[in-house]
């Protein structure tokens, strides 16, 4: 087993401990239903028991995991194994390739046809011989009727075959799916986890630990942090140590440009986080330090509201006139 395996597996205990459980006991059910925040690992944990299930020498291993070197583990790693099923909604399809052209004529959705077409597949027996797995990411992105599409199949599996049905919560799936499910829980990694991960995934020892700290426990968020340019970098620091009078003036081209403002925001972050680990304090008065995790809550906190629709201009002035003080009345350290 890689290190980053073992690292991801132990991160997701509860979770690993349940499904191994399950499979050592026979009774791991048809229909799973993985819940949890952003990334969390999810999807990682999905393509591990898929390689369990699949790996012929799956059922040997101790892990929740395959063999991880033969043809069967690495083709389900690169979700290129015909027994596995890598069912994406056109959101995420887009997000995976980067290409926005498409998004204003597509639907979000899952639609009934993206599960009948799954539902189909899953008639047929095995390619290879001992299971198939369907992994339904964004699986709270079906409509109702695809919903209704995938209950037969929940309802009358065939032998050997998983679904694996992924959400952010419980609440986000129709009840007569969820009824039907064995429900996993997955948790908010630890700071230490991701910070952990990040080094396996080839970061500096001190740069995973910066990140981890404004992760909220989401490998994809760290993974993703922004790196701002010279210019941003200062503009977020006048800002931040500006009186109220020229906070004010600055907001006030704010808030036009959404993207911008999404870009800003996950770069504050990260600046925030490298500020907590920075001994020499390079805007924030170090009798101040004590206050930069509240700053970053409020931060994150922002980032959310941007995210759920808010108005960007109202976003940034609940920010910076409300929730982060005021500190120029302190003498600067920089
Ligand atoms: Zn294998």
């Not at 009840?175 to 396996?200: D, G, I, K, M």
């Amino acid at each position: 087993m890689r290190p980053l395996d073992h690292e991801f597996l132990s991160a997701q205990q509860a979770a690993t401990h349940q499904l191994l459980h399950a499979i050592q006991h026979d009774r791991l059910a048809h229909g799973l239903l993985f819940v949890g925040p952003q990334g969390a690992g999810k999807s990682t944990l999905s393509l591990y028991l898929a390689q369990k299930l699949l790996c012929p020498q799956g059922h040997e291993s101790p892990n929740l995991s395959g063999c991880g070197h033969c043809g069967v583990c690495h083709r389900v790693a690169q979700k290129s194994h015909p027994d596995l099923n890598w069912v994406l909604s056109e959101k995420r399809r887009e997000a995976e390739n980067e290409s926005r052209e498409t998004s204003s004529k597509k639907t979000s959705d899952l639609t009934i046809a993206d599960i009948r077409s799954l539902c189909q597949s899953l008639l047929l027996p095995p390619h290879e011989g001992r299971a198939k797995v369907a992994v339904i990411l964004d699986a709270h992105r079906m409509t109702p009727q695809a919903a209704n599409a995938l209950l037969k199949t929940l309802e009358e599996p065939r032998p050997n075959t998983h679904l694996i049905l992924v959400a952010p919560s419980k609440d986000s799936i129709l009840p007569t799916l969820l009824s039907r499910s064995q429900v996993v829980r997955f948790r908010p990694l630890q700071s230490e986890s991701v910070a952990n991960l990040l080094e396996h995934e080839g970061l500096s020892a001190e740069e995973a630990l910066q990140r981890s700290v404004a992760s909220d426990g989401s490998i994809e968020q760290a993974r993703s942090q922004t790196h701002l340019s010279v210019e941003e970098t200062k503009f977020l620091l006048d800002l931040l140590s500006g009186s109220e009078a020229e906070r004010v003036l600055q907001l006030a081209s704010w808030g036009q440009d959404r993207e911008a403002l999404t870009h800003l925001l996950a770069g504050m972050v990260d600046l925030l986080a490298k500020e907590v680990h920075n001994p020499q304090p390079t805007w924030l008065p170090s009798t101040q330090k004590h206050l930069l995790l509240s700053i970053i809550e409020a931060t994150v906190e922002a980032q959310n509201r941007l995210r759920k629709h808010g108005n960007g201009q109202l976003v940034v002035e609940k920010l910076f006139l409300n929730d982060i003080p005021v500190f120029s009345a302190n003498p600067r350290t920089s």
